[in-house]
Nanobody, 128 residues
Framework: VQLQASGGGLVQAGGSLRLSCAAS????????MGWFRQAPGKERDFVAA????????YYEESVKGRFTISRDNAKNTVYLQMNSLKPEDTAVYYC??????????????????????WGQGTLVTVSS
């Protein structure tokens, strides 16, 4: 699967952005999709994930109620709607795809090692 993330940019605190990740190469709905982020000087962390069907979502605690992950299997695209952005949300955001067979437990959605394919990242900068 090839993944192309887009939609990053500069936004003021309290603003919104929607990230997109377009997939190609394999059957999109065979994969759970996740978003991770890496702030400057920090490790890459889990943000949100969605099951292959879209029926289950999973969020990191700090983004619950502000971010929404969704997918459109007809368009082979996953989205991350980010509202009420904070300066601490500043990071490079990566989308990733995990084979359905990799996800045995709900907690697997948050594990980087479960994801087989990664996009190139898109930078989100939130100014205070």
């Amino acid at each position: 699967v090839q993944l192309q993330a887009s939609g990053g940019g500069l936004v003021q605190a309290g603003g919104s952005l929607r990230l997109s990740c377009a997939a190609s190469g394999r059957t999109f709905n065979n994969y759970a999709m996740g978003w991770f982020r890496q702030a400057p000087g920090k490790e890459r962390d889990f943000v949100a994930a969605i099951s292959w069907s879209g029926g289950m979502t999973y969020y990191e605690e700090s983004v619950k109620g502000r971010f929404t992950i969704s997918r459109d299997n007809a368009k082979n695209t996953v989205y991350l709607q980010m509202n009420s952005l904070k300066p601490e949300d500043t990071a490079v955001y990566y989308c990733a795809a995990a084979s359905r067979s990799n996800i045995d437990y709900y907690s697997d959605y948050g594990e980087m090692d479960e994801y087989d394919f990664w996009g190139q990242g898109t930078l989100v900068t939130v100014s205070s």
